[in-house]
């Protein structure tokens, strides 16, 4: 028997690994190394460059086996210089552990990992208990856990029942648990005028003018009121460029990235649809190309 896991410390040590997606920064290393101490089977299912860490304790195939999903990417830090404290730093101070991913969600595998390990020492199951977690889950997701599940099918690996570990309690830990997650829609949205210098703004047609009407529309739009198991729809601004060199010239192109967080009110293609309808209106008004 190996002695207990302590989350805590292996929340820091996970913040210590600079994990950026789609870097791994060492993190699969060390929660394999935790969990083959500990009697797992680990196997690594990496694809496209993206780590991601699969380990069993129990046999391959059980008719009961429980499963916790969780990823160890963290989206950028941004300005480093701006935090209080070292972003892989895991510094604690007043009670509270600093760092990149402290939340979202080093701590729910740590804790998990913690768990699972003291589950199968203290009482082993009849069964099997399974972690799968992935390093592309910030990202596009294209070789996280769906790779995770491709791997399963093919190896005959199964779980009768999941818990996704990611951080859904408003203000007080435990006190909401949810059974199923938005889905995550992200736009780019280029427009196209004609370039022109800013003393004479009537001989361009402005790219810029045009994006903000956009936006303004999308932001302004009530995409719905929630669902029963659901929250409201949310639209978010997230990137807006135009690549312009100096400040007395009018742009011929101007772009932004929105994200839409989706209830089952919504689907890809109806918001795609409605996007696009919102576009066209935008464009015949300014004359230009979105």
């Known amino acids: 028997m190996t002695h207990p896991v302590d989350p805590v410390d292996l929340t820091a040590r996970l913040i210590r690994c600079p994990s950026v997606t789609p870097e791994d920064g060492g993190a699969m290393a060390l929660l394999s190394e935790v969990l083959s101490a500990a009697g797992f089977a680990c196997s690594r299912v990496d694809r496209g460059g993206i780590a991601n860490l699969y380990a069993r304790w ?4 059980a008719s009961r086996s429980f499963g916790f999903n969780g ?21 604690v101070k007043d009670g509270l552990m600093y760092g990149r991913g402290a939340c979202d969600m080093k701590s729910g595998v740590a804790a998990f990992v ?13 069964g099997a208990v399974i972690l799968a977690i992935t390093g592309d889950e910030e990202g596009e997701g294209r070789d996280g856990t769906m790779a995770i599940l491709d791997w399963m099918a093919f190896n005959g690996e199964r779980m009768s029942h999941c818990l996704v570990g990611e951080p859904t309690c408003p203000t007080e830990m435990g006190e909401m648990m949810k059974i199923g997650r938005r889905g995550s829609m992200t ?10 210098h800013s003393a004479y703004p009537h001989r361009a047609k402005n790219p810029l003018s045009a994006l903000v009407k956009l936006l303004a529309r999308l932001d302004a739009e009530a995409l719905d009121r929630g669902t029963q198991h659901f929250d409201p729809s949310t639209l978010a601004i997230t990137t807006i460029d135009c690549g312009n060199p100096a400040n007395n010239i009018i742009p011929a192109r101007a772009t932004a990235t929105v994200n839409i967080r989706f209830n089952d009110t919504h689907s890809g293609d109806t918001l795609s649809a409605w996007l696009r309808q919102e576009a066209e209106t935008v464009a015949e008004a300014a004359g230009v190309k979105i």
């Open 58 to 61: 129990g046999q391959r195939g």
């Open 71 to 91: 990823h160890t990417d963290v989206v950028p830090v941004g300005d480093a210089a701006a935090w209080t404290h070292d972003p892989f730093g895991a510094v």
């Open 114 to 126: 913690a768990a699972a390990v003291d589950f199968v020492q203290e009482t082993p199951p009849d």
């Open 187 to 196: 736009a780019q949205i280029t427009v196209t005028g004609v370039q022109g």
